[in-house]
Structures are given as structure tokens and as C-alpha cells.
Nanobody, 125 residues
Framework: QVQLVESGGGLVQAGGSLRLSCVAS????????MAWFRQAPGKAREFVAG????????NYVDSVKGRFTISRDNAKNTVYLEMNSLQPEDTAVYYCTADQVARAWSRSIGLWDYWGQGTQVTVSS
């Protein structure tokens, strides 16, 4: 099975940028469809972006389209989430997830087998 470790979170002002990284170990990340979810305080965990195994197909929740970009470097066993024009409503714990049979657009948490521990993103106004 694969282990996932996220990094890159932090505190940023509104309008700023962050890049999250998710490093996979145990198995090649190329074996997995990957995605980022987030969970704000008091809210359910929600899908943010997904990417297929080759990296040629991506999918985003409407609220981040045009601001966030998901990408992957299979040679480095790493998936990224570039976040621009951050807003206070983007404040959440961001989780990396992997699955061998999910689709890049799979919104349901139950479809994803492996999860990282999360990284906190806080956007101040």
C-alpha cells in the first residue's frame, strides 16, 4: 500500500499563493489516481481537485477553477496543488488521497482508499 505525506501549508494573506506537495512512498504514485480534498472547521471534507494516473486529465471543484492547479511528477512520486488568489474561504486542512480505481472527478470520500495526515492552510483577510 502507499503512504502519503503532505507539506507546504501555512498562513498567507488573501490574494497570496501556496504550493502543497504530497509525497508518496511504499508504491509508485503512478499506480494511483490522486486528488486533494479539504476540510474547514465544522464542515464536511470536500473534493478540491483530482488528476489521473498519467496527469493528462484533471478535474476541479467550481470554487477553485482558474485559481488552483493540480499536477504530478511520477518520477518524483509527488503530486502538487498550486493555489493562487487564495481567499479566507479556502482556509482548511488539505488532504492528499490516492486510489487505484477512482476517477479524477470522484467526489465521494468513500471511493478513495489512502489518505495523508493533512496540512493546514490559513488565509487571513
Amino acid at each position: 500500500q502507499v503512504q502519503l505525506v503532505e507539506s507546504g501549508g501555512g498562513l498567507v494573506q488573501a490574494g497570496g499563493s501556496l504550493r502543497l506537495s504530497c509525497v508518496a512512498s511504499g508504491r509508485p504514485v503512478s499506480d494511483y489516481v490522486m486528488a486533494w480534498f479539504r476540510q474547514a472547521p465544522g464542515k464536511a471534507r470536500e473534493f478540491v481537485a483530482g488528476i489521473n494516473k498519467s496527469g493528462y486529465s484533471t478535474n476541479y471543484v467550481d470554487s477553485v477553477k482558474g485559481r488552483f492547479t493540480i499536477s504530478r511528477d511520477n518520477a518524483k512520486n509527488t503530486v502538487y496543488l498550486e493555489m493562487n488568489s487564495l481567499q479566507p474561504e479556502d482556509t482548511a486542512v488539505y488532504y492528499c488521497t490516492a486510489d487505484q480505481v477512482a476517477r479524477a472527478w470522484s467526489r465521494s470520500i468513500g471511493l478513495w482508499d489512502y489518505w495523508g495526515q493533512g496540512t493546514q492552510v490559513t488565509v487571513s483577510s
